[in-house]
């Protein structure tokens, strides 16, 4: 299995898609991208989604390529419902039960180590 070449504690992005079964991709490693590349992933103006609601998750901590990773954050266009972007079943599930949550969103997460644990598709 590919590693990410992420280091253990480093920050990382990933990007997940409303398509079903795109799962997710790995789009950048280190601090934050530029407020411009978030706003061009989720088409739009940036929102997060409180880390604290994150945490409630059961999914919050996953695999990617052999690397497991602990969720931070979610980036999601605040006008996602409003414009009527798709709904993600996968990032609704998985990682934000308690709403729907519409368009691709930015995932940002911490390398936490090596090993096997769910994969988020």
Not at 48 to 69: E, R, T
Request: hydrophobic share 35%; proline share 5%.
């Amino acid at each position: 299995m590919m590693s990410t070449g992420a280091a253990k504690g480093e920050q990382v992005w990933f990007r997940l898609g409303p398509e079903v079964g795109e799962g997710m991709t790995l789009m950048h490693i280190g601090d934050s991208p530029e407020l411009g590349t978030l706003q061009n992933i989720v088409e739009g103006y940036i929102e997060y989604v409180p880390s604290q609601w994150i945490s409630l998750s059961p999914h919050k901590h996953f695999n990617f390529k052999g690397d497991n990773f602990a969720m931070v954050n979610m980036i999601v266009n605040e006008e996602g419902k409003v414009r009527d972007l798709p709904l993600n079943i996968s990032a609704t599930s998985k990682v934000y039960p308690n709403d729907r949550i519409h368009g691709t969103v930015v995932i940002e997460a911490r390398c936490t180590g090596k090993g096997r644990q769910e994969v988020i598709k």
